[in-house]
Nanobody, 127 residues
Framework: QVHLVESGGGSVQAGGSLKLSCVVD??????????WAWFRQAPGKEREAGAV???????SYADSAWGRFTISQDIKKGSLHLEMGRLQPEDSAMYYC???????????????????WGQGTQVTVSS
């Protein structure tokens, strides 16, 4: 059974930074053929992808994250990270790491491409 466990959430003031981490154990699929992503979901809103590492190993970002967030991965350690800077109140949400084995690169931002999910970690940004 695959487990993704997030950590690093918390409360910060606007303009602050946080680093989220996700540890993956016993992953039965090729890492390089898997999309890895950080999604977020605010109350009353849909879950949306903020940052993705595609099957080509390249990082991509939603417009809202561009220039402020950095996604990275350490395959040897089975970990995924999201460094977030210049946080704003609208970044407040539950953040989830997700893994999508054999995902379609053109759909790497689509929620349906992801089979495995962590339980989430809360990020709250105050003004």
């Amino acid at each position: 059974q695959v487990h993704l466990v997030e950590s690093g959430g918390g409360s910060v003031q606007a303009g602050g930074s946080l680093k989220l981490s996700c540890v993956v154990d016993t992953f039965p699929h090729p890492y390089r053929r898997t999309c890895w992503a950080w999604f977020r979901q605010a109350p009353g809103k849909e879950r949306e992808a903020g940052a993705v590492i595609g099957t080509d190993g390249a990082a991509s970002y939603a417009d809202s994250a561009w220039g402020r967030f950095t996604i990275s991965q350490d395959i040897k350690k089975g970990s995924l990270h999201l460094e977030m800077g210049r946080l704003q109140p609208e970044d407040s949400a539950m953040y989830y790491c997700a893994a999508g084995p054999f995902c379609l690169p053109s759909r790497s931002f689509e929620l349906e491409e992801y089979k495995y999910w962590g339980q989430g970690t809360q990020v709250t940004v105050s003004s």
